[in-house]
Each structure stands twice: as C-alpha cells, then as structure tokens.
C-alpha cells in the first residue's frame, strides 16, 4: 500500500513537468508554423519555394529557434515568478498571477508568461529575417553571373540553388545565435536584461542582433572564398580541376580556412 502512494506521489510531481514540456513543444512547432507563413508573405510566395522544398521544411527549420524562444520565456518567467517585489515595482503593483493570469482566480498566469514572452521574441525575429533572394542578387552583381553559376549551378537554377543557401545560412544563423543567447541567459539574468532589456522580446533582440553578427560573416566568408576560387580557376583551370574537382568544393574549403 505504502508502495502504491509513493508511485502515485512521484506521478503528480512528474505530471506538470511533462505537460510544460509537451506544451513548450507544441508552442515552438505552432510559432514556427506563424514564422513560416510570416515569412512567406515577407519574400513571396516564388522565393519561398526556392528556399525551402515545402511548408513543413520551412516548419522543420524554424522549430528548433523557436524551441530555445520557449526555453528563454521559461527562464524569464521563472525568474520573475520567483522576485514578487521585483515584478510588482515594475508592472504596476500587480503580482505575476494578477498580471498575467486569466479569470476569477488569475489561472495559467506561467503558462501565458511563457506564451508571451515566446511569440513576441519570434516575432522581433521575423521583422529581422533577411530576404535570402535580395542576398543571392547582391552575391551575383559582386561576383558576376558567369562565377555566380560556377558557384551555384547552371544559369537556369543557380538563383534558386542561391535563394535556398542563404535561407538555410540564415537559419543556421538564428540557430547558433539561439543557443549562445540561452547560455548567456542562465549565465546572467542580469548582465542578459542590461543587454537586451527586460521587455518581453528580450530574448528575440538577443537572437536577432546575434544572428544578424554571424550570418552577414558568414556570407562575406563565401564571397571572400567565391572570389578567390574564380581567381585560381582562371589562372589554370587543369591545375583548378584536378586540385579540388568542383567549384562548389573549392568553395568550401576555401570558406572553412579563412
């Protein structure tokens, strides 16, 4: 009998920890799903095919920044759930239930703590995203279209070979972007808030000042290594082709080295 309480104790204690964390990856997949759409009606619908092979890759690629949104609201809200002095000198006097609670008796107040916080960072990053196809025109003008399609394919995809490269450079952009901003969230709270404020797209701020940093480096990386594989491919293309095979390849060797 004493058996039977403990198990049934251990699994209300656990219950509230896996329904957070199921709802944390329901909120990411539905914020990706909001940034998709987000972003489509931001590039167009001809630009979104070329960057991803469909809705649900667009989905696929965005869940993971998303993921990290609900883990920082989930700090966020924790450290403010725990300071009530804190919260209650700067929203008005109120407690965090009253605040951000529903109904009579101020219910699910963490959980649309979380939601808040969560959305209004994912949208601070969609209004920073960049347009992948005005990136691959700039590449083009800088390279030249016949060292563009070197780069990218032939000269009837190559555009779209481009448009699809720089969405998932962004993408891996946010993604890094999105860890280093949770590590120096938990690291400090507040070193974190005299950075980036303490309003509720805080951590989006973080994510798309980072990502904006690591991304445009990136690109400057591959054009730096673009420019300098066109240059040893003209001098003796033999030499060029039996060295690295491909220009793609030159590429990336070029770009991992610099």
């Known amino acids: 009998m004493r058996r039977i309480i403990l198990t049934a104790l251990l699994v209300f204690a656990v219950a509230p920890v896996a329904a ?22 931001k590039v167009g619908a001809t630009t979104f095919a070329q960057a991803y092979a469909s809705f649900g890759a667009c989905v696929s690629a965005m869940t993971p920044v998303e993921q990290q949104n609900v883990a920082g609201a ?39 703590c979380v939601s808040t916080k969560a959305q209004a960072s994912s949208k ?20 030249g279209v016949s060292t563009f399609a070197l780069r990218f394919g032939t000269a009837s995809n190559a ?11 962004q993408t891996q952009s946010e993604t890094a972007a999105s860890a280093t901003c949770r590590t120096a969230q938990d690291a400090s709270a507040t070193t974190f808030a005299a ?42 293309v033999a030499a060029f082709n039996a060295k690295y095979g491909s220009f793609k390849s030159c590429v990336a060797q070029n770009t991992k080295s610099s």
């Open 159 to 169: 555009f779209g070979k481009c448009v699809s490269w720089a969405a998932s450079l």
């Open 74 to 112: 989930q700090a966020s809200c924790t450290a403010e759930q725990a300071d009530p002095v804190a919260f209650a000198s700067l929203h008005g006097g109120k407690t965090f239930a009253q605040f951000y609670g529903t109904g009579k008796n101020d219910k699910n107040a963490f959980t649309k």
């Open 195 to 236: 950075s980036y404020g303490s309003s509720a797209n805080a951590f989006g701020k973080c994510v798309s000042s980072n990502a904006s940093v690591e991304a445009k480096a990136k690109l400057q990386a591959s054009l730096a290594a673009t420019t300098a594989c066109a240059t040893e491919r003209t001098a003796n």
């Open 20 to 41: 957070s964390a199921a709802a944390g990856g329901s909120d990411a997949t539905k914020n990706a799903s909001a940034a998709c759409t987000a972003l489509k009606s």
């Open 124 to 143: 601070t990053e969609q209004l920073a995203r960049t347009n992948p196809s005005r990136n691959c025109r700039t590449l083009r003008t800088q390279v």
